[in-house]
């Protein structure tokens, strides 16, 4: 049986972008109400404007406590509940990805930066989620973190540090709220096609990430968008706590094999 998100109110932040937009769309095909929430309002405007009636846009700046309280009050001016929420937005700027460095040539601002949006902002959407979610006994909260948080890195220091922190409040949702009727699970992405992610990746990179990659392609965003949908799905509510990659097994097994499966082969 196919899974439903029948009639939940969803609220996807980053919802206008690569990965966000995906999420929206599978989302809404499963039946679910939409607010697409995202700095760029107006990509976000065209995307609920093709989704229909049921969904919304509505901006939001992550780094901004007021701007999330804002996103939570549109949501229940329109639709008066909250089922589930993406927290899917991230600082991921090209210059700042430029900046993020190892932890000795870390600014300080740029550590600061990438964790008032990614962990604090995660942070204060979750909490404003829970205050919703609580009273009604139910919710799902699905934060997207980062395959890059599960190993060390040559760089983005902060961003991976940042995604860490995601997971493990993940964890802590999950345990402080599970007997109160709501999950809280995290997705972990790898290097995704998205329109962003391909305009800014070296080749070097890409080729060393598709080389370390076990699948024989590298994932689009509905790969991560289907997994969102799912774990949001009541179909998915024995599921909490949990840390997902979907990054076809870049983070599974010792550097370098993937490469060497060909000497194996009968
Ligand atoms: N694409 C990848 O390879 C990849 C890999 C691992 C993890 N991720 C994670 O997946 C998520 C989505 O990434 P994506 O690849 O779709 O990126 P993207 O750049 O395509 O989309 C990000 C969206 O977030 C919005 N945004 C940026 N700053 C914001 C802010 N302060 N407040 C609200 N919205 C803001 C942007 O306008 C954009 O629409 C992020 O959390 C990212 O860290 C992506």
Known sequence: M???LDG??????????GIGSSVCRIMAAHGARIVVADIDLDRAQALADELGEEAIATHLDLASEDSIGAMFATTMDRFGRLDV??????????????????????ATADWDATYRVNTRGTMIACREALKIMSPQGSGSIVNTASNLALQGNLIQAAYSSSKAAVIQM????ATSHGKRGIRANAVL????GTPAALAHLPQELRETVEEETL????????????????????EARYITGQAFAADGGTSVHIPGFARLSRFFQG
Do not use: C, W
């Not at 992405?189 to 995704?192: A, S, Y």
């Not at 590298?218 to 799912?230: E, S």
């Open 170 to 173: 993940t964890r802590s949702i």
């Open 8 to 17: 939940k109110v969803t609220i996807v932040t980053g919802g206008a972008g």
């Open 85 to 106: 929420i993406d927290n899917n937005a991230a600082l991921l700027s090209a210059e700042m990805a430029q900046r993020d460095g190892d932890i000795e040539h870390m």
């Open 2 to 4: 196919a899974y439903s």
């Open 215 to 234: 699948t024989p392609y590298l994932g689009g965003p509905d790969d991560i968008a289907h997994l969102v949908a799912f774990l949001a799905s009541d």
């Open 189 to 192: 992405p790898g290097l995704t």
